[in-house]
T-cell receptor
Framework: DTAVSQTPKYLVTQMGNDKSIKCEQN?????MYWYKQDSKKFLKIMFS???????INETVPNRFSPKSPDKAHLNLHINSLELGDSAVYFC?????????????FGQGTRLTVV | GQQVMQIPQYQHVQEGEDFTTYCNSS?????IQWYKQRPGGHPVFLIQ?????EVKKQKRLTFQFGEAKKNSSLHITATQTTDVGTYFC?????????FGQGTELSVKP
């Protein structure tokens, strides 16, 4: 069973479109994240949610809107896609307590905006 | 927040050679985690270091946390082709993982 699963794995879309990426974790973790990995492999945190509540929003354009219907799900909706949004987006989760901070990553969604 | 600097960005080695990647911070790190990302894959947690001067080993991998908790290193002895990938250090800063830039390791058979 996949611990953190995100769909789709690949997404090719035109500029200006709106798209969503879904993420689910079955680990019972309290904290979930979205990370963006650019072409140079740099991993940058976008959002962090703890028990459905937004904890961190790292100066991400408001075209990106995360939604957490419950603590096992954190979806990412992107409006008006731009060329610069092309990247690999990773969902991750962690237990959320101060001692146990290991993050489990999903397989990634490779987004290509054309 | 503080940034964790990681070097080198790339390392090409012959199979059997050793490899080391370093992470440095200008301020004290509360902890350091290491992750490995295989080509086309996702980051996978390797280890967490918390104590000053801590050294942990996993088979051919040795992880160190500096005495001043401002630097950390990952050393691989006698690299194998299965070691190929990008190695990241990361610090947990108040609930968010801040990653170093990563070191991409390639191993020539």
């Amino acid at each position: 069973d996949t611990a953190v699963s995100q769909t789709p794995k690949y997404l090719v879309t035109q500029m200006g479109n709106d798209k969503s990426i879904k993420c689910e974790q079955n680990l019972g973790h309290d904290t979930m994240y979205w990370y963006k990995q650019d072409s140079k492999k740099f991993l940058k945190i976008m959002f962090s949610y703890n028990n459905k509540e937004l904890i961190i929003n790292e100066t991400v354009p408001n075209r990106f809107s995360p939604k957490s219907p419950d603590k096992a799900h954190l979806n990412l909706h992107i409006n008006s896609l731009e060329l610069g949004d092309s990247a690999v987006y990773f969902c991750a989760s962690s237990p959320g307590d101060s001692l146990n901070t290991e993050a489990f990553f999903g397989q990634g969604t490779r987004l290509t905006v054309v | 927040g503080q940034q964790v600097m990681q070097i080198p960005q790339y390392q090409h080695v012959q199979e059997g050679e050793d490899f080391t990647t370093y992470c440095n911070s200008s301020t004290t790190l509360s902890n350091i985690q290491w992750y490995k990302q295989r080509p086309g894959g996702h980051p996978v947690f390797l280890i967490q270091l918390v104590k000053s001067g801590e050294v942990k080993k996993q088979k051919r991998l040795t992880f160190q946390f500096g005495e001043a908790k401002k630097n950390s290193s990952l050393h691989i002895t006698a690299t194998q082709t299965t070691d190929v990938g990008t190695y990241f250090c990361a610090e947990n800063q108040g609930g968010k993982l801040i990653f170093g830039q990563g070191t991409e390791l390639s191993v020539k058979p």
